[in-house]
């Protein structure tokens, strides 16, 4: 009898040491930033439903620009494909089938990297993956840093966003973060402040891996100067993120068209929009880079009224008082610039010579979707197109 009732406790600690473990792989698997099902089916169909919400959304607002858009009945199919240097779009192609979880992003282990350094970390279930918030100059996000960003360049491959009000991403913002996927292929992304929300953010933590929301508050003064404006907070935030960490950072509309690699090896890049300014919509910077520390400096005049002077005005002084800090390229990071809205809005711009380009989505007045994008007949519509589909030309729908 006493053998039996040994037998039958050994059987109830094995059962629940096996369930344990269960229960904390489980756990394990879910806090490294993917949650694994156990065959994948459930990952595969959550991509689908999303995707195909997205797909089958309906444009929003497109009354003034529908004019550009082609209308089925009016499709001519392409006899060969275009060549890459003609940007008539007098026909039609055959676009491959939408599928951006292929996009290759690293694996970021958020729970090795700050095992001991919990203070201020948190998750959130996201796209049924586990998303982490670190905050900003934490002992985790130099760790992630460390961990999965070394470089042998003066710019390490950081991807940063700004994202201070509580909003839903967009199509837009939305073809921004793919772009910075596809061609920086980035070590991290993260995104300082709010957390998005909506379909194409879920679609955002779906598909990438490295994906990260770092704790930010808007910076509310410099120099004792109160920032009265989020736009101006949002410009010296990046300053400062870049001038701690280094990286690449974007406004939420800049779509990158091509790697940037070979601007890595300069400590500082802006690029002009005009030609009395420098843009700091895309800026790429090294670690405490010097430049950053004299633009911060100018900070010292600011005014609420003065609407772009320290954000781009100041940068293009300062570039001429010290050239050796910095590299500038010539409108290739913001072209067609603020001057030339037609050519994004209405026209055809040749784009490839561009590093990036700006969307300027305040002054746009329509919100396009996947669909009607794939016939939208200007700049916006050729971007987009090479974004999601590979190709700039006009996608032949029936």
Not at 31 to 59: C, L, M, P, R, V
Request: net charge positive.
């Amino acid at each position: 009898m006493e053998y039996v009732r040994i037998l039958f406790l050994v059987l109830i600690f094995t059962t629940f040491f096996i369930v344990l473990y269960l229960v904390l792989s489980s756990y394990s698997h879910t806090s490294y930033g993917y949650k694994i099902e156990s065959d994948f089916h459930g990952f595969f169909i959550f991509e689908e439903n999303i995707q195909s919400a997205i797909i089958n959304e309906k444009t929003t607002n497109s009354t003034e620009y529908a004019k550009y858009i082609i209308p089925y009945d009016n499709q001519t199919l392409c006899q060969s494909i275009p060549d890459t240097k003609n940007w008539t779009f007098q026909c039609s192609v055959q676009c491959k089938e939408l599928k951006l979880t292929d996009i290759p992003t690293t694996k970021v282990d958020v729970i090795k990297s700050c095992s001991m350094l919990q203070e201020g970390v948190s998750w959130s279930l996201i796209a049924n993956r586990t998303f982490f918030h670190v905050p900003f100059k934490s002992k985790c996000l130099d760790n992630l840093i460390k961990d999965h960003c070394s470089t042998s360049n003066a710019v390490p491959n950081i991807a940063h966003y700004v994202w201070f009000s509580k909003k839903e991403m967009n199509f837009y913002h939305f073809l921004s973060f793919v772009s910075t996927l596809k061609h920086l292929n980035p070590c991290l992304v993260l995104v300082h402040g709010e957390v998005p929300f909506g379909l194409y953010w879920e679609y955002i933590v779906l598909i990438a891996n490295n994906i990260i929301n770092v704790k930010m508050s808007p910076p509310t003064t410099i120099f004792d100067r109160k920032i009265g404006r989020i736009e101006h907070q949002a410009d010296v935030a990046r300053l400062l993120i870049l001038k701690e960490y280094g990286g690449i950072y974007l406004d939420t509309d800049e779509v990158i068209l091509r790697s940037l690699d070979n601007l890595l090896n300069y400590t500082f890049t802006l690029s002009h929009a005009v030609d009395n300014n420098l843009s700091n919509g895309l800026i790429l910077a090294s670690p405490n880079a010097t430049f950053i520390s004299h633009w911060l400096d100018g900070y010292r005049t600011y005014t609420k009224a003065q609407w772009a002077y320290h954000s781009t005005i100041l940068p293009c002084k300062l570039s001429k008082q010290y050239p050796d800090l910095l590299h500038v390229e010539n409108k290739t990071f913001v072209r067609p610039n603020y001057t030339q809205l037609p050519l994004l809005f209405k026209k055809n711009f040749n784009w490839s010579k561009n590093y990036g380009i700006h969307l300027y989505i305040r002054f746009y007045k329509s919100m396009h979707t996947f669909n009607d994008i794939r016939r939208l007949n200007t700049t916006m519509g050729s971007v987009a197109r090479y974004i999601l589909y590979d190709t700039k030309e006009l996608c032949f729908d029936t």
